[in-house]
């Protein structure tokens, strides 16, 4: 079955970094564009960004643009997300998902002072 494990969130400060990973099984994982999706308290989940299956074509919400990357390893059926210049408003749990489903069960990431 299909399984999307994320790891890598955590506490820290403002304009701190955190990478975040995703480990695919269950399916070729080439053969699907991946996201990350996030979900802040009290809110509706919303997308954060997508890669497409070979890693070309990569895509961000406006609130992410310039801090935030998205990539992937193929050969470790793997997803990455580089979260630099982190924000308050970036605390949400973050998951990983296929595109046109499933999601993981995500990894909380916590920005605060």
């Known amino acids: 079955q299909v399984q999307l494990v994320e790891s890598g969130g955590g506490l820290v400060q403002p304009g701190g970094s955190l990478r975040l990973s995703c480990l695919a099984s269950g399916f070729t994982f080439s053969n699907y564009a991946m996201n990350w999706v996030r979900q802040a308290p009290g809110k509706g989940p919303e997308w954060v960004s997508t890669i497409s299956t070979g890693g070309v074509i990569r895509t961000y919400r406006d609130s992410v643009k310039g801090r935030f990357t998205i990539s992937r390893d193929n050969a470790k059926n793997t997803l990455y997300l580089q979260m630099n210049s982190l924000k308050a408003e970036d605390t949400a749990l973050y998951y990983c998902?296929?595109?046109?489903?499933?999601r993981g069960q995500g990894t909380q990431v916590t920005v605060s002072s």
């Open positions: 998902e296929r595109n046109g489903g499933p």
